[in-house]
Structures are given as C-alpha cells and as structure tokens.
C-alpha cells in the first residue's frame, strides 16, 4: 500500500492541480501511516496469540496468491527501476492458509526490494522437488545479510546492526507451522 500511495504523491507533486489535491492527500498519507505503525505495533504485541491461531487451509492456486502479493510491491519496484523475474507454472494448486502464505511471501519481497539497487533484478521461482516439498526461492541484488548476523534469522526483534531487513521472525513461524502441523 505504501507504494501506491508514494506513486499517487509523486503524481499529485507534478500535477497541476497541485494545491487543490495536495491540501486532502497529506491528512490521508499521514492517517494511513500512523494506521501502519499501530497495525506493526498491534502484531508485534499479539505476536505470541497469533502462534496459537488455528491454521484455516484450503485448496489455492500459489501463482494466483503470488501475483496478487507482487501487485502490492510493484509501484515500488517500478519507482527503483526494478524488473521482476517470475518462474511459476500455471495452476500451482496447494493446500494451506492462503493469508499466512500471502504474508509470508510478502516481508520478504518487501526486503528485496528495499535493499535492491536501483536498476537491479529481483527473482522469484516457485517448483516442487523429487520429495513433493514446494520451494519458493527469491534471489535479488542487495547487499545480503552478513554472515555474523545468519545465526540470528528468524530470533523475534532482532534486527542487524546493517538494518538489512531481518524480520522474518513471523514468516519462518507460518512457514514451519506448516512443515510440523
């Protein structure tokens, strides 16, 4: 969301209907970001009750939920010149919790392209190995995360000295509810 509303600011600054526009947009751009950090705080804090959440798992097609994930990050891609690589075959049906899937899939798409350089790459394959386990593997052109700091991943707030993204703290809990549930 917060790609849209930086395009549709960008689009208000060299509009000419500028003052118009201008004076109804910052009161919204404000509220929606005080909305985003309640929303992080309110996650942050119900991080523990979240864990107890029954998993909701329904049949979905992970190219469609996919899709709808990079829609969301694609006016920040297209503002840093990023191109995306998408490796996906048609009607990838599984079986999970298309919410907790979605939002693990989106922190760190986020990260890659927050700490792509302009003009980079960013990779996204999806496919089934020999063992029918479903890899999902997202590469991009950052700086990476520095070894010192790998012990770390996935530890609840830690966040590296680099400020390299490392929150995926609730995304490895989805995603290793489903491998022992």
């Known amino acids: 969301m917060k790609g849209y ?3 549709l600011e960008s689009e208000i600054l060299a509009s000419e209907l500028y003052s118009q526009l201008h004076q109804y947009f910052i009161p919204l751009k404000n509220a929606l970001e005080k909305v985003e950090k309640l929303t992080s705080k309110l996650f942050t804090s119900l991080e523990y009750l979240i864990k107890d959440l029954p998993i909701k798992e329904k049949v979905f097609d992970l ?3 996919l899709e709808e994930v990079i829609f969301w990050i694609k006016p920040l891609c297209e503002d840093k010149k990023l191109s995306l690589e998408i ?3 048609q009607n990838f049906l599984i079986k999970g919790d ?3 899937i979605m939002q ?3 922190n760190p798409l986020e990260n890659a392209v927050k700490f792509s350089p302009p003009n980079g790459k960013i990779t ?3 496919y089934t190995r020999e063992n029918q386990k479903i890899n999902i593997f997202i590469r991009d052109e950052g700086p990476g ?5 790998l012990p770390f991943l996935g530890m609840p707030f830690f966040k590296s000295s680099a400020e390299k993204g490392l929150g995926h703290e609730q995304c490895l809990d989805f995603l290793i509810r489903y491998i022992y549930n």
């Open 104 to 106: 693990a899939l989106l």
């Open 5 to 7: 509303i930086e395009k």
């Open 63 to 65: 190219k469609v939920a």
């Open 124 to 126: 996204i394959k999806v």
């Open 87 to 89: 490796d996906i075959p």
């Open 145 to 149: 995360v520095s070894p010192a700091d």
């Open 98 to 100: 298309q919410d907790l």
